[in-house]
């Protein structure tokens, strides 16, 4: 194919088709650093470091200690997901405890000892865990190259840290344990999200945050909402692949600028409302140096200024669809109060103008022994390397052109004690070796009115400049919070690899597009007609699928988002006499609706639940003005074998939310049976060791079951899967479960079950 071909060229660089490089590469480079390429970055900023030191909100005398924690690399943190006396939960930690802590008791690194995994302490319930070891050297691979140091681990350390974290990717995987910051655990914490409520999440992605959210509404699976929200499509898939591991049917994800969010549905419908909104915003991510290293480099005083019009628009419009005596909580992972306090009194200021009767809640009793300072009434802003102390201070042309607004600065002292700004919330890295954070939470008097989509969020998003302000938080949300370490989320490489493969699982796998279906994914523009002909057929069409043969059980769309060509969710429902063939089958008690089954395509291939809440809300969005991405969890999909009397097989990650209300095709199982199950997959009823399960199994009709651990739980039981009996093999029961999640299953039973190997799937 003729000669070399230049790959890239940079100044004095050069790489051809065979890899060899020019004389001022790579290869000199690491001769330059001394082996190391790229080159350890460089912790320290005087630009930085002079901003902070005069803003005065670090004290002086802790100045030293606040700097020594920015520079050294923060630890890890995770999350075992699930309420804290919840059975597999506790069952997990047990095995964490047993299998993998009690090995890591002489941990070396660098010739000193590590401690093993241990709980946090202001996080009740034991639930999260910190290792004080660099995410980089927990991946147990030998030296790692953290800020400026080498670290040598022993070959003990070494296997010990890399069997840890194969145990602890496998289980991210499987939605029970989370990987997440410690210190951003504390906004959904301080939210005080309890079951049956509508919980908004403004700027959700990566979602780490979002699967807090979920567990905190826990069993009120049926009766609660959680939108989540991003403005960022990309990442919004991102935000999927991380929340759907929890299988929640009170899920809804849309892809809105969170400043526009919509507050009304049309139609007559009631302003949208939310008990609980979280409002953690874009920012310059300061607070994020330690994990994000290369953030020294790029810290300028314009950072803080460029996003604080986006976030005044953003935090006003999450005010606006509050609910009367509701929660919001608003945080930033920086410690600038331009993006802080100055953004908490400019809405504050706004509300009362409005006769909004909403103050700022003082949350000094929760989380008692998490260990934080009171907010700053006074600062002053920097620009261009300038104090300035007050907005008639500021040069002329900056505000002219708008680069300083007013309510970037102080309020007056008299005004500072009204607004109770000292009742916001600073985490600073150097309290308890976290990262910094900035937390203020929010609640609206009963009575003063909610969700009307009043001037709050249009005031602000005018003073951002119309619809330039959208575009700015557009930008942000998409490009600050990837900048400052993408805020949570997973490894480096894997959380990208996981955020493309959930986009195009969305739109082709779940979504039953692509290649399954013959179309795209879901989606696309209702051109007419909500209602089905008497032969349950579809009137109405969706472009992208248009050439799909509907479903004999779709009734027709649900709700299909204005202008989708594809990108969005078109949701269909099912007719009902399906809904009572479902409930008649497995015996579903009349307090399930089985409109809450809903379709993605009009071929009604794979069926999915959502919540009452996500219902009613789908159901008054006439005009279709949310931009969904995904909705509920995935429940049942359509089985090609012949002669069953209802075709389709459950899904394992419906099966805790129909758990309760079946009364029909539910088996039993013993701890040994169940084991033998999940390690086979495929197991002859008459070699189950329990009579009494091989009776019920016999007396299953073909199809689709649920196997759940005959123990007493105060909750779900500790283990459910799903299974099917067929007509052709009508002595076996198969798992419908993947291998990675028999293997998780295994662990929660514990004891010599979780440690033998799983048979191969025939």
């Known amino acids: 194919m003729g000669g070399h071909k230049r790959k890239w060229k940079k100044k004095g660089q050069w790489r051809s088709d ?116 660099s995410r980089s050297l927990l991946r147990g691979k030998g030296p790692r190259k953290d800020g400026v140091e080498t670290q040598q681990v022993s070959a003990q350390t070494e296997a010990a840290l890399r069997g840890f974290h194969a145990f602890l990717m496998a289980e991210v ?61 990309k990442r919004c898939h991102l935000l999927v692949h991380q929340a759907k591991r929890l299988h929640s049917p009170a899920l809804l994800v849309t892809h809105h600028d969170a400043s526009l969010l919509p507050t009304r549905m049309g139609g007559g419908a009631p302003p949208l409302s939310f008990d609980r909104v979280l409002c953690d915003v874009p920012c310059s991510g300061d607070g994020t140096l330690r994990k994000s290293p290369d953030l020294w480099r790029r810290w300028g005083d314009g950072l803080a200024l460029g996003v604080h019009r986006a976030q005044c628009a953003i935090l006003s419009r999450g005010l606006a669809l509050l609910a009367a005596g509701g929660r919001l909580v608003y945080s930033t992972c920086s410690i600038n109060p331009v993006e802080d306090e100055a953004v908490v009194a400019h809405a504050l200021r706004q509300l009362r103008r409005e006769g909004q009767r909403v103050r700022l809640k003082c949350v000094a009793e929760e989380l008692p022994l998490l260990r934080r300072a009171a907010g700053v009434k006074a600062w002053r802003v920097r620009y261009q390397g300038e104090w300035y102390g007050t907005y008639d201070e500021a040069p002329e042309e900056a505000r002219r052109a708008k680069k300083l607004l007013p309510s970037m600065f102080a309020p007056a002292e008299g005004e500072a004690e009204a607004l109770q700004l000292e009742r916001c919330m600073r985490v600073l890295p150097h309290f308890q070796d976290t990262g910094g954070f900035f ?106 699928q248009a050439n799909a043969k509907p479903g004999a059980h779709v009734l027709g769309p649900l709700h299909c988002a204005a202008a989708n060509h594809g990108a969005y969710d078109a949701l269909y429902a099912l007719t009902p006499q399906w809904g009572a063939q479902f409930a008649q089958f497995l015996g579903l008690a009349e307090s399930f609706d089985c409109a809450r089954v809903v379709s993605r395509s009009i071929t009604g291939k794979q069926l999915f639940l959502v919540s009452a809440p996500v219902l009613s809300l789908l159901q008054s969005d006439r005009s279709f003005r949310l931009k969904l991405v995904t909705s509920g969890t995935r429940l049942l999909e359509r089985s090609d074998l012949r002669g069953l009397s209802f075709p389709f097989r459950l899904a394992q990650e419906g099966v805790h939310a129909l758990l309760p209300h079946m009364r029909k095709q539910l088996l039993l199982a013993s701890r040994d049976d169940m084991a033998r199950l999940l390690r086979s997959h495929s197991v002859a009823i008459a070699s189950l ?71 191969p799937v025939a």
């Open 689 to 759: 060791a329990s009579a009494s399960l091989r009776a019920a199994a016999a007396a299953c009709l073909p199809g689709c079951c649920v196997i759940a651990l005959d123990e007493p739980s105060a909750g779900r039981p500790l283990v459910a899967v799903a299974a099917m009996r067929s007509l052709s093999q009508p002595g076996f029961l198969e798992l419908n479960v993947k291998k990675p999640e028999a293997l998780s299953l295994l662990r929660r039973l514990g004891g010599a079950a979780s440690t033998r190997p799983i048979e």
């Open 439 to 544: 937390i203020a939470v929010f609640e609206k008097e009963e009575g003063a009115g909610g969700g009307d989509g009043g001037g709050g969020g249009e005031e602000a998003a005018g003073e951002a400049g119309g619809e330039a302000g959208g575009e700015v938080a557009g930008e942000v949300e998409g490009e600050t919070a990837l900048e400052a370490g993408g805020e949570e989320g997973g490894e480096e490489g894997q959380v990208e690899e996981g955020g493309e493969a959930e986009g195009g699982e969305a739109e082709g796998g779940e979504a039953e597009g692509g290649e399954a279906e013959g179309g795209e994914a879901e989606g696309g523009e209702a051109e007419g007609g909500e209602a089905a002909g008497a032969s349950g057929g579809l009137v109405g069409t969706i472009r992208s």
């Open 173 to 233: 995987e499987q939605g029970t344990i989370a990987r997440q910051e410690e210190v951003s655990m504390v906004p959904p914490c301080l939210l005080d999200v309890r079951p049956g409520q509508a919980v908004l999440d403004m700027c959700a992605a990566p979602g780490s945050k979002t699967q807090q959210l979920i567990e905190a509404l826990g069993g009120g699976d049926d009766t609660s909402l959680l939108l989540a929200n991003d403005a960022e499509y």
């Open 18 to 133: 065979d890899g060899a490089e020019g004389a001022e590469g790579t290869s000199s480079k690491r001769h330059a650093h001394d082996g190391q390429y790229p080159p350890a970055p460089v912790l320290e900023s005087a630009a930085f470091e002079s901003y902070y030191r005069a803003a005065g909100v670090v004290p002086e005398e802790e100045w030293q200690a606040f700097l020594t924690s920015l520079r050294t690399p923060l630890g890890t943190s995770f999350r075992i997901t699930g309420r804290p006396d919840d059975a597999a939960t506790v069952a997990l930690r047990t095995y964490m405890e047993e299998v993998h802590l009690s090995q890591m008791g002489s941990l070396e690194v660098a010739g000193e000892r590590v401690p093993p995994p241990y709980p946090i302490e202001w996080f009740a319930g034991r639930t999260a865990w910190r290792f004080d070891v």
